[in-house]
Nanobody, 124 residues
């Protein structure tokens, strides 16, 4: 399984960005796709996840109300729409995929496959 994340870049505070994560090599019908981020000198942080079968979203408190996760099952792709970006959102964003055996979604250990990361920089 390969995950390809894209869409990062430089944006001013308050602006939007949309990240995409395409999966190849296997078609998933269960489990979740998630987004994590890691800022310099900090531990990886859960951002959002979505259940693949029913599309239920999960969000970290820090992004709730500003970020929206969605998925296109046909394209095997998940999206993270980020609005009202803040400088503290600056990080490398990683997408990850878990199969259907996990009950949790917020720990990086619960994900088997990882993308390469895409840099998001929010200027003040």
């Amino acid at each position: 399984v390969q995950l390809q994340a894209s869409g990062g870049g430089l944006v001013q505070a308050g602006g939007p960005l949309r990240l995409s994560c395409s999966a190849s090599g296997r078609t998933f019908s269960t489990g979740r796709m998630g987004w994590f981020r890691q800022a310099p000198g900090r531990e990886p942080e859960f951002v959002a996840a979505i259940s693949w079968s029913v599309g239920r979203p999960y969000y970290a408190d820090s992004v709730k109300g500003r970020f929206t996760i969605s998925r296109n099952n046909t394209k095997n792709t998940a999206y993270l729409q980020m609005n009202s970006l803040k400088p503290e959102d600056t990080a490398v964003y990683y997408c990850a995929r878990q199969d259907g055996r996990w009950s949790g979604y917020a720990l990086k250990e619960e994900y088997e496959y990882w993308g390469q990361g895409t840099q998001v920089t929010v200027s003040s």
